[in-house]
């Protein structure tokens, strides 16, 4: 079965980095876009980044873009998300997750890792 493992997630102060990994087995990795999205206490899960099937350009939600980098390595199946800069408006639950059809909509996701955990102190 498909299973996206997260992992990179911690606590960081304000201002420092944090490059989240994504690993994808059970699926034609080269085949989906692969997406970040994250999710605080309270809110709705929001999109952050995501890098197309055909490793095209990168798209990235206003609040992460200038201060993140998506990438991906077709040879190792995973997906990283590299975030600079953090804020505490930067804590949440981060997931990967696998879609046929990209966008930054949930919905068009059909894959979802367990999350890890990030958490900036001011």
């Known amino acids: 079965q498909v299973q996206l493992v997260e992992s990179g997630g911690g606590l960081v102060q304000t201002g420092g980095s944090l490059r989240l990994s994504c690993a994808a087995s059970?699926?034609?990795?080269?085949?989906?876009?692969m997406g970040w999205f994250r999710q605080a206490p309270g809110k709705e899960r929001e999109f952050v980044a995501r890098?197309?099937?055909?490793?095209?350009?990168?798209y990235y939600a206003d609040s992460v873009k200038g201060r993140s980098t998506i990438s991906r390595d077709i040879a190792k199946n995973t997906v990283y998300l590299q975030v600079n800069n953090l804020k505490p408006e930067d804590s949440a639950v981060y997931y990967c997750a696998a879609s046929k059809y990209g966008g930054t909509n949930r919905g068009l996701y059909d894959y979802w890792g367990q999350g890890t955990q990030v958490t900036v102190s001011s």
């Open positions: 890098v197309p099937w055909n490793i095209g350009t990168p």
């Open positions: 059970g699926l034609t990795f080269s085949s989906y876009t």
